[in-house]
């Protein structure tokens, strides 16, 4: 509950906050339980992020072109955390090809609206299907029965590594649903995917120069149904991370 005589809020739970021309509202951290600690424990942010921050993204490798794309994104999510929640799209979408860096700038922006006082929760993708589709089994836990809920209630959603699985009907319902939701909501919802989107000038299609045949690649509309992309595009701003080298391979040559 928010403190009765709370000057900031006057006992509702939200202050205002004016960002420029634009004007709105945030949760007033005089509730306990709306303690930047509190939020970040509840928020399961797994153990290889849990020291993801802004101020130890690299945005310095060795390449110029490569700085300068991951500086570009890296103000860019700043700026959104700065802004939320007066933003013209309550979301992020971080599209770049796989170790650039998407989860760790991901997460620092969830920190980053836990520090405001917003409640988050991160999810792997594949995981919450998997948790999901457990869930139907009447023998499970109320934690997996519960995981589709908590998808669609928390204020701010990461799901990492969108379209990481096999396409099949449920699929595409399920995850349709869930976006549906929270864009119907305004919830601010932040993604990272690695998959390519025609629309935005990707390559789908790559020549094998041995055999001189082609692949065919799924696209972000393949995995997730073109509802659903749709409904992202229109309430997520775009963060594309153009650099190419994979940094967890870094000392593997």
């Known amino acids: 509950m928010a403190e009765e005589n709370c000057r900031f809020c006057d006992g509702t739970g939200w202050r205002p906050v004016v960002?420029?021309?634009?004007?709105?509202?945030?949760?007033?951290?005089?509730?306990?339980?709306?303690g930047p600690a509190r939020l970040l424990e509840s928020a399961s942010i797994p153990p290889r992020f849990e020291q993801a921050t802004f101020d130890n993204f690299d945005?310095?490798?060795?390449?110029?072109?490569?700085?300068?794309?991951l500086s570009k994104v890296w103000v860019d999510a700043r700026a959104f955390v700065r802004q939320y929640p007066a933003v013209d799209k309550p979301g992020l979408i971080l599209m770049g090809l796989p170790g650039v860096g998407k989860t760790h700038l991901a997460v620092a922006v969830l920190k980053?609206?836990?520090?405001?006082?917003?409640?988050?929760?991160?999810?792997?993708y594949r995981n919450l299907l998997d948790r999901i589709?457990?869930?139907?089994?009447?023998?499970?836990?109320?934690?997996?029965r519960g995981a589709y809920q908590a998808v669609m209630d928390?204020?701010?959603?990461?799901?990492?590594?969108?379209?990481?699985?096999?396409v099949i009907e449920w699929v595409e319902d399920t995850i349709f649903?869930?976006?549906?939701?929270?864009?119907?909501?305004?919830?601010?919802?932040?993604?990272?995917?690695?998959l390519p989107d025609p629309d935005l000038g990707d390559v789908v299609a790559s020549k094998n120069p041995a055999s001189g045949k082609y692949s065919v690649h799924d696209t972000l509309?393949?995995?997730?149904?073109?509802?659903?992309?749709?409904?992202?595009f229109e309430m997520c701003r775009l963060v594309r991370i153009t650099a190419t080298?994979?940094?967890?391979?870094?000392?593997?040559r």
């Open 221 to 232: 509309a393949d995995r997730i149904g073109a509802r659903a992309r749709s409904r992202l």
């Open 133 to 144: 589709m457990s869930g139907w089994n009447e023998s499970a836990g109320s934690s997996e």
């Open 177 to 194: 649903s869930i976006i549906n939701h929270r864009y119907n909501e305004k919830k601010a919802t932040i993604v990272t995917t690695n």
């Open 19 to 34: 960002r420029g021309e634009v004007s709105g509202v945030e949760r007033c951290l005089c509730n306990p339980s709306r």
């Open 154 to 166: 928390a204020e701010v959603l990461l799901l990492d590594d969108l379209g990481a699985h096999r």
């Open 245 to 252: 080298e994979d940094y967890r391979l870094r000392g593997v």
């Open 112 to 124: 980053g609206l836990l520090d405001k006082g917003f409640q988050g929760l991160f999810f792997d």
């Open 59 to 69: 945005t310095r490798p060795e390449n110029r072109i490569a700085n300068e794309a």
